[in-house]
């Protein structure tokens, strides 16, 4: 993989704006090259028109609708942004369409030209209700059936207006309003690496020493261990021992196995006597005396 993104001929942009500044006129109301990006600004009643061209003159030919994304400035008279992204196939190269509405200001649809438009539409009708003139389906898409409000909006709650749940009582999935157990809190959006510029409750233990062992928020050269005024310097580590001969090992030295001896000539010579048995003795029994009459 070249790149993380689709990689796209970016050196057409100068004359994709002279082609498509040619070909709109007046349903252009400017075109601005950022970041690489070619993005043309039409009037929201001309949007089907210039799609229309966008797609069939030649030099342009973008066949394809990829995605429409909405983009919320509440600060803004018309506080929505719609951006159409398309694809030429045939010059490899992307452009970004974009109009702006209001709540009650609807956008033409564009399903005629590209049908895979009636999905989208419906994202960013459910994301912002923004309305969509022409839709034959322009119904929610993504959230939940009866949900109030558009989540996508800057003015929406981060936690809505109902939770839902599974009751055991009704034995179904029930909605009540979101009930908060402690109020909601406000952030400063200060980056945590930085710090914040007051003291909150308990920050004023971290500029002491703390036990041995625990995490300090102070900088490397500010702290001061806890125990580095009553512990000694450690002795040196002894000197390995080395064994320089096989009695330091306790191996020993090899030795050789034992032979049976061979008798000498002497001993052969000398006759073998051989021991006469001896005779066996019997015991002579006593007389047994014979009963008197």
């Not at 506080?79 to 702006?100: A, D, G, K, M, P």
Request: net charge positive; charged share 30%.
């Amino acid at each position: 993989m070249r790149a993380p993104a689709p990689a796209y001929a970016a050196d057409l942009n100068g004359e994709t704006i002279e082609a498509a500044t040619k070909a709109l006129g007046a349903k252009l109301l400017r075109a601005q090259d950022r970041v690489g990006e070619v993005a043309l600004y039409v009037a929201r009643e001309s949007l089907v028109a210039a799609m229309t061209e966008l797609r069939d003159t030649p030099g342009l030919e973008y066949q394809q609708l990829m995605e429409i994304a909405g983009v919320d400035y509440p600060d803004r008279e018309e506080r929505f942004e719609c951006v159409y992204c398309l694809l030429s196939l045939t010059r490899n190269h992307r452009i970004q369409v974009r109009v702006n509405t209001d709540e009650v200001k609807p956008v033409p649809s564009v399903t005629g030209v590209w049908p895979v438009a009636g999905w989208l539409e419906r994202e960013v009708y459910d994301m912002y209700g923004v309305l969509f003139e022409g839709n034959p389906d322009l119904r929610r898409i993504l959230t939940d059936y009866g949900f109030r409000g558009h989540p996508q909006r800057k003015d929406f709650p981060l936690t809505g207006y109902v939770e839902l749940r599974y009751s055991e009582e009704a034995k179904r999935v029930v909605y009540e309003p979101v009930q908060l157990a402690q109020d909601f809190r406000t952030f400063d959006f200060m980056s945590p690496w930085e710090g914040a510029e007051y003291i909150l409750p308990g920050d004023e233990k971290a500029k002491l020493p703390e036990a041995k062992g625990a995490p300090s928020p102070l900088k490397a050269d500010d702290i001061q261990k806890a125990d580095a005024a009553e512990s000694k310097k450690a002795a040196p580590a002894p000197t390995p021992k080395a064994t320089e001969s096989a009695a330091q090992t306790g191996e020993g030295k090899a030795t050789k196995p034992k032979t049976a001896k061979k008798p000498s000539a002497a001993k052969k010579a000398a006759p073998k006597t051989v021991a006469k048995p001896k005779a066996k003795t019997t015991k002579k029994s006593a007389p047994t005396k014979e009963p008197k009459k």
